[in-house]
């Protein structure tokens, strides 16, 4: 009997997590979701039972169990607490690439973010607040560009609004569904900013049309989908869409508990020259104060500075209010829970038992089924080695993410170092013993670093648009496929005489029954429908006449090179035809 593997997840897994465990390409698990009716992207969360029953599907040897759920350090409470106070709203703004989602923020907060983007594409997560009529409202300026799907889904799940952005002159795109299945997934209420209302082409019934058929109905339409005509360039629109939210927000009674220990959770983090890991969090509920203790996953540390988004220091902030934290002693991970304690002593059991748990987490038992799987894939498939530097941490994640799915059963991407920060020795050091490609993301590259790459011949890329960087690596991947063999078909010989047959050269004549003859080709030569051997044309002749090619209906003979002697008959068939080999891409 074979072995099984036993391999245990929690009860919700992504799907590239899975993957990973399971040693498969994500593309693989991806599509076999597809088959059974489930659309969704490699940082999509399924369940544990759909991860069975994908197992079994796929024909694997291993037994999934569920791993017991933990107390959580902190419980996410619910909108509405009891007994809360009022808090500003949490409004992510998502849209397809180049719908102007950032310059309508520019045009809320007066100042010009999109410039300073690179290619005019939002590479992180911007939080910021800003005032109308008296009242804060929290933004998320999530970026737009497919490759971050895992920022932009994480977004949507912090936030109690979304604002899909659409350009009225382009209508729905893929991103722009994307955001509205993750909004829906989070279970939050979603508006419509029509963009470009000022530009030519914009077609607002059309945009309706297209939103009702996502089950999105507009309200002058009878549904409940608010859909707001607003221009970026011009400012039309905008106070009153920022009523609207108001609106909403008052129709949802967002509240949540304002005193006490801060809880939250981290939404970008990177190291900064002279104040090391710094973290921008989200705070849910209570109230931070520098000089707390504080642990973010598994990140331990005393808030030195608090300051708001802008950079201004705070004294202290409350709940929905996006902050810049310094002080700790390591860098969270985008998405960790962050909570405060009452003392260091507190905060340092807490850390331990986070990087306890995240130490155990990637554990997996093999049996001797998947030892030979592995060493068959590895056998088997091309391997990149990457090195990946990036400048925070959110965008290391959805540089790694985007990067897994690109591997198939034939090649793979191996990251055998990742970071957050500028390229260092250490990095040229190890991709030169690993023979890896080093990328860096909006990372700066020292000379006396570069003078080092130069000489050990280390190829080092760096990007300042994170679409760029994946087509670099899908090009490099593509390279290392093997090329596909194309047999394209020419002709068929009756074979009617048979005048020479030695160990390696047949000389017989015919007639031409389908196509046109052509020399050199390769052949097939069949009797009914068995194929009994392969051969080469050498040698055409219409007549006394040699020839290179011979049309359909006329008598021939040929001259065939063969690898062993074959016995030709009257009435077996020869199919002439060429083979190529062409190029594969992903």
């Known amino acids: ?74 419980k996410k409470e619910r909108n509405k607490a009891v007994g809360g106070t009022t808090r500003p709203p949490v409004i992510a703004v998502m849209g397809h690439v180049d719908h102007g989602k950032t310059s309508l923020l520019d045009a809320i907060r007066g100042a010009q973010v999109a410039k300073g983007e690179a290619g005019g594409i939002t590479q992180h997560i911007s939080a910021y607040q800003v005032e109308k009529n008296g009242r804060l409202l929290t933004l998320l300026d999530t970026p737009g560009h497919e490759a971050f799907a895992a920022l932009r889904e994480h977004g949507a799940r912090l936030t109690d609004l979304v604002v899909i952005v659409v350009a009225a002159d382009d209508g729905i795109k893929p991103q722009t569904l994307e955001a509205i299945r993750f909004a829906r997934k989070a279970g939050v209420k979603m508006l419509v900013a029509a963009n470009k209302i000022d530009k030519e082409g914009a077609d607002i019934n059309r945009l309706k049309q297209q939103l009702s058929e996502n089950d999105l109905m507009p309200e002058d339409w009878g549904g409940d989908t608010v859909i707001m005509p607003v221009s970026a360039k011009t400012g039309q629109g905008i106070p009153e869409l920022l009523d609207m939210i108001l609106l909403i927000a008052d129709v949802e009674e967002l509240t949540a508990r304002a005193d006490g220990p801060a809880e939250g959770l981290v939404i970008e983090s990177h190291m900064e020259t002279g104040r090391g890991p710094v973290a921008i969090a989200l705070v849910e509920s209570g109230t931070l104060h520098a000089g707390d203790f504080i642990v973010a996953g598994s990140a331990l540390g005393k808030v030195r500075n608090l300051e708001g988004t802008d950079g201004k220091p705070k004294a202290a902030a409350g709940p929905s209010t996006p902050v810049i934290i310094t002080g700790l002693k390591s860098m969270p991970e985008f998405g960790d829970i962050f909570t405060v304690f009452e003392n260091e002593k507190e905060a340092r059991l807490a850390s331990q038992k986070a990087a306890s748990a995240k130490g155990t987490s990637g554990k997996l038992d093999m049996g001797s089924t998947d030892l030979l799987r592995i060493i068959s894939q590895s056998n088997q498939q091309q391997q990149f080695n990457i090195i990946v530097k990036a400048d925070v941490a959110g965008s290391l994640t959805s540089v790694i993410d985007s990067l897994k799915t690109l591997e198939t059963s034939e090649v793979s991407v191996k990251i055998v170092g990742s970071g957050v920060g500028n390229i260092t020795e250490n990095d040229i050091h190890l991709a030169a013993t690993s023979n890896a490609v080093l990328y860096g993301f909006h990372v700066d590259f020292p000379t006396g670093v570069r003078q080092l790459a130069n000489r050990d011949k280390v190829p080092v890329r760096l990007y300042k648009v994170i679409y760029e960087l994946i087509d670099d690596v899908k090009s490099e991947l593509t390279s290392r496929l093997s090329p596909e063999i194309v047999e394209k078909d020419l002709g068929r010989l009756l074979v009617k005489g048979i005048f020479k047959i030695t160990k390696n050269d047949i000389i017989c004549g015919g007639e031409v029954t389908k196509g046109k003859l052509v020399v050199p080709s390769i052949v097939k030569i069949f009797r009914d429908k068995e194929l009994l051997s392969e051969a080469e044309a050498v040698l055409l002749k219409r007549g006394p006449v040699e020839t290179s090619e011979v049309q359909v209906g006329e008598m021939c003979g040929v001259s065939l090179k063969t690898l062993s002697r074959i016995d030709l008959q009257e009435g077996d068939r020869i199919e002439f035809f060429t083979r190529e080999t062409v190029a594969r891409t992903l």
């Open 1 to 74: 009997m074979a072995d099984t593997s036993s391999l245990e997840i929690n009860g919700l897994i992504t799907v590239g997590e899975l993957a990973e465990r399971l040693r498969l390409p994500p593309a693989q698990l991806i599509g076999e979701l597809f088959k059974n009716g489930m659309m969704v992207t490699v940082n999509e969360k399924i369940d544990f039972d759909t991860a069975q029953i994908i197992v079994s599907e796929l024909g694997m040897d291993v037994e999934l169990t569920q791993r017991k759920a933990e107390e959580p350090i902190i």
